[in-house]
């Protein structure tokens, strides 16, 4: 059955469908969708994967300015995702998984991180794929290479 023939074939049938009224949630719903561990596992894998490999100390700032970049309901909004607390600790709960699933691994010395060949196979298959997931995953690896040349871009002017 294809698109057509499923409407005429209801439009024939008459059917009627109760429809409850929706209820309002007594529950501030907020920005907790984009707090998803394997949404932000994934964010990290991209910047891990990126040749300017991020400072572990700023990666929950970074997490939430490439999703304030990349997502137009975000941009200039009064949210400031990059300051949330709760995703900066979302995002260090991200990074204890994916490096004791050795994804990824953390430069003490350095304080950056490091992506293993597990954890690229991993990011090129979501990027690969023809889907939402990685046009959105696209717009974050753009939002966080812009702002890492607007980072180096101010230091060349200062």
Partial sequence: MNFDSFFSAIEKSDLL????TATVSKYH???EALFQLPLICLIVLLMAKDKRKPRVS???QLVGESIEGAMPGFKGSAQHL?????????TVK???F???TSLIEVNNRKSRLAITDIG???IARATSQDNDLA???AQIARAYRNICVAKQLDLELE
């Fill in 17 to 20: 469908l109760p429809i409850e």
């Fill in 29 to 31: 719903i907020g920005n």
């Fill in 58 to 60: 700023e990666l929950g």
């Fill in 82 to 90: 990059g300051w949330s607390a709760n995703l900066r600790v979302r």
């Fill in 94 to 96: 991200a990074i204890t």
């Fill in 98 to 100: 994916l490096e004791s």
């Fill in 120 to 122: 690229k196979r991993v």
């Fill in 135 to 137: 046009y959105n995953l």
